[in-house]
């Protein structure tokens, strides 16, 4: 019996593009070239040609924080997490070769040419943090333990800028807070320096970040007032020098020296990339403009691509005379997101806040941007403290044909604005049908539109609500626009409460409207109030329709904790819980709700159906972060799902929104399984013809055919091969092999059968054999060869079936065989 597979919480996307130093992967052209970069507990792979997201290199089981070329073998690489794991990779084939266990969070990771079986990490210890080098074993096995560690630096900072190698791995320079600290290896000398916190003109001296000259001994600093200082003569603690250089109004994030060290470059809050050219006149060149401030800066080994990592997650590639190349754009944070997830009914596409007053249509399977709409169409003006109108509430249709924007700004008084979109199928994009300026006169707390057939307009309808105390129906009015234009048709209250949210029913019938602590359902054709529920204490926090075999029910969260179904039918109470529901998110495909909890500092997950009592699946503290947004996400093709208890997630896929924003899934599949892409194993498909070598490593099939049963004649089966040692050799590169004769006595032993498994077939063969006891010695032998050869013939050759002869027969031929024909050769 197999155990069914545990429900896992999964970083699907979205991951910060800007956690870790990206690295390029060493290409004779741009064709062949690849850009590495940590997401989340991912290490994507991008083509630098295309911006196609190539490869996913999944297996860390925290988030990813250093990605490093492997100094010895640039096909593999080398990746640390929070999960005390360095993991190495074949990234070509997306193949896990090695796992190292530390056993200590890993914060950064240096891998450097001169340090052959060592890596270098950034490792807390109690207040601060240690530089550590950590020998890597190269015995044979896939998990090691690397418990091996040398303190190198104490007190360094946790960012992987503040540390950096120069020489060639000669000295290695640390900074923090107002300190510069400089080991060198071979003399094992460590050399401090400090700088005032702030200089006479009132400058922040504090360091940001480090880069250290590849060649020369240089160290270049970059610190909070936006100057950056040139370190020379540092092996002498007393005669240093250095020289400044400062063109950022604002800190330095991030330095790099070229290859040859002929240039320095340079990113901050300016979003522009600076690049310092050597000699005395300090001459610089710029490429402004490039969307968000620079968190770090790259360069290919070659030194024909720069790359700039920024805090909207997106990654700029630029060619090395400062010309723009490509961009890959990952999940914009929006500063407050708003909108919630909604789902693109056309796409697919998760859509919610990105750019200030823009909406962003993200694809989940790509993990990547598909287009941004500008909603608010203002310019933004980066300016602390100014109000500007922002994106509150977005809707879509049932088809995505109409999209419902919510804009505010809120000043001395509140400006909204209510814009409907109609889809233009020419240029596949939303263009602007109506606009209403102060739909309500205060904020508009939901929206929703009537999902049914949108081909007739007299059933397109969209209702606001608002904390001005009503909601309020729209619809189109026939004019001469053949698309129409939206007006307000119906406005309706109940005693004064504020509506906080409303939704349709699945046939669009009934509309259920919260009134803080009561639900109101409507007749959505005569606008007549049904019916009324209430469950005190708390108003109510969000409220759903049951759908398919549990339409009958409609579901509710207060903000006090309580969970309420109510029977539409009784007009009762069905049952109550108390999960202190903070998102309520129902499935638009089945009859499946999933209800997220926060209680003790830790979310759970609770699927229901509505009809039954009990949930279909609890996850308690399966994650400990608080979950802001949920949405289900329809699949293209069902999920073959083993166990019942995670049916729900067949149709559909459940993503959610931590606080932090980040974007997580749940999965039953287990970590190996997730390694590589299904469309890319590098397992032979079950469709290629059988060959003896195929058969040999038992990718053939097993197959019986129904003329052999009735013919009596005994097939053998070659045993499917399932050992690791030919798993191994099937799905490892030869290039990452080790030597044949290390591989060989394991490959030939896998092979070998053991006496116990004897097969089926010789068994009738021995009793046949035993049956004739009348034949000489010599006879038998012969006899049990000749059989054992019959056995394994195939049974048609050609078309002809060969049938097969009786005991008296075989006697005869027999007696044929031991003639002597000799004679005959005389003639």
């Not at 070769?97 to 969070?105: A, E, L």
């Not at 933004?380 to 044909?401: E, M, P």
Request: proline share 3%; with cysteine; glycine share 6%.
């Amino acid at each position: 019996m197999v155990a069914p597979a545990a429900l896992r919480v999964v970083r699907c996307g979205g991951g910060a593009l800007h956690g870790a130093r990206a690295v390029f992967s060493v290409g004779a052209r741009q064709a062949g070239r690849f850009l590495l970069c940590a997401s989340g507990d991912f290490v994507k792979m991008y083509s630098v040609a295309t911006e196609e997201l190539v490869r996913l290199l999944r297996g860390h089981g925290d988030l990813v924080t250093g990605v490093q070329l492997a100094p010895h073998n640039h096909l593999q690489l080398y990746s640390s997490s929070l999960d005390g794991t360095i993991k190495l990779w074949d990234f070509t084939d997306g193949i896990l070769i090695k796992t190292f266990t530390v056993g200590h969070q890993l914060l950064a990771l240096y891998a450097l040419p001169a340090s052959e079986d060592s890596v270098f990490v950034i490792i807390p210890k109690r207040d601060t943090y240690q530089l550590v080098s950590v020998k890597l074993t190269k015995a044979a096995g896939q998990d090691m333990e690397a418990k091996e560690l040398s303190v190198v630096l104490e007190g360094v900072d946790a960012s992987p800028k503040c540390t950096a190698f120069g020489r060639e791995g000669e000295y290695v320079a640390s900074v923090k807070d107002v300190s510069l600290q400089v080991y060198f290896f071979k003399r094992k000398q460590l050399n401090r320096f400090s700088l005032r916190a702030t200089n006479k003109k009132g400058g922040n001296n504090v360091f940001t970040c480090v880069a250290c000259h590849p060649h020369e001994d240089c160290i270049a600093t970059g610190h909070a007032d936006g100057k950056i200082r040139l370190w020379r003569n540092f092996n002498h603690k007393k005669e240093y020098t250095f020289s400044t250089l400062h063109w950022h109004h604002d800190k330095v994030l991030d330095l790099a020296f070229s290859v040859e060290g002929t240039s320095l470059l340079s990113g901050g809050v300016e979003s522009v990339l600076v690049q310092w050219h050597s000699g005395s006149d300090c001459k610089k060149d710029f490429l402004p403009r490039l969307g968000s401030a620079i968190e770090y800066v790259s360069i290919s080994s070659d030194g024909t691509f720069y790359c700039t990592s920024h805090t909207d997650n997106r990654i700029t590639i630029i060619n090395s005379n400062l010309r723009f190349s490509k961009t890959i754009q990952g999940l914009i944070k929006a500063r407050d997101i708003k909108t919630g997830l909604v789902v693109d009914p056309r796409t697919k596409a998760l859509v919610l806040n990105g750019e200030p007053g823009h909406l962003q249509f993200y694809c989940l399977q790509s993990d990547k941007q598909l287009y941004s709409l500008d909603i608010v169409q203002q310019e933004y003006i980066h300016q602390a403290g100014l109000n500007q109108s922002d994106l509150a509430r977005v809707a879509f249709s049932a088809q995505g044909k109409w999209l419902a924007t919510v804009e505010e700004r809120e000043e001395t008084d509140l400006e909204l604005q209510l814009k409907l979109w109609f889809f233009d199928e020419e240029t596949q994009s939303f263009r602007l049908n109506t606009r209403i300026s102060m739909p309500h006169e205060d904020h508009v707390t939901a929206m929703c539109f009537r999902d049914m057939d949108e081909m007739e307009d007299d059933s397109l309808m969209l209702v606001t609500t608002g904390r001005d105390c009503v909601f309020k129906v729209w619809v189109i009015l026939e004019d001469t626009d053949p698309e129409g234009n939206w007006s307000c048709d119906f406005v309706g209250s109940y005693h004064g409460y504020q509506a906080t949210n409303c939704c349709f029913s699945e046939d669009g019938s009934l509309l259920a409207v919260s009134f803080e602590e009561t639900v109101t359902v409507w007749d959505s054709s005569t606008w007549d109030l049904k019916c009324t529920f209430c469950h005190p204490p708390g108003k109510i926090r969000t409220i759903c329709f049951g759908r398919l075999t549990c339409s009958k029910y409609l579901i509710g969260a207060t903000d006090h904790g309580f969970l309420c179904c109510w029977n539409l039918l009784s007009c009762a109470l069905e049952w109550s819980a108390h999960l202190n529901v903070v998102v309520l998110q129902p499935d638009p495909l089945s009859e499946y709700i999933a209800a997220f909890s926060w209680l003790f500092k830790e979310s759970s997950l609770f699927v229901f159906k509505p009809n039954e009592p009990r949930p279909i699946c609890i996850q308690r503290k399966f994650c400990k972060e608080r979950i802001q947004f949920a949405a289900f996400v329809p699949r293209d093709v069902p999920e073959t799902i083993g166990s019942e208890k995670y049916l729900w997630l067949r149709r559909s896929q459940l993503f959610f929104l931590t606080d932090t924003q980040e974007l997580m899934t749940v999965s039953t599949k287990s970590l190996e399984e997730r390694l590589t892409l299904s469309s890319k194993q590098l397992a032979v498909e079950e469709s290629l013809p059988v060959t003896p070598f195929s058969l040999l490593l038992g990718k053939h099939r097993q197959q019986q055919s129904q003329e052999d049963v009735d013919l009596g004649k005994i097939v053998r089966h070659h045993r499917e091969q399932d050992s690791p040692a030919v798993k191994e050799l099937l799905h490892t590169p030869a290039h990452v092999l080790p030597s044949a004769s290390f591989l060989c006595p394991i490959f030939i032993n896998s092979l070998l059968v053991s006496k116990e498994n004897k097969s089926v077939e010789e068994a009738p063969a021995e009793v046949e054999m035993e049956s004739e006891g009348a034949e000489d010695d010599s006879d038998e032998e012969n006899t049990v060869t000749e059989m054992k050869q019959e056995d394994i013939m195939p049974t048609e050759s050609l078309g002809e079936t060969t049938h097969k002869l009786s005991k008296s027969e075989e006697k005869e031929l027999r007696k044929i065989r031991k003639t002597d024909y000799s004679w005959i050769s005389v003639f």
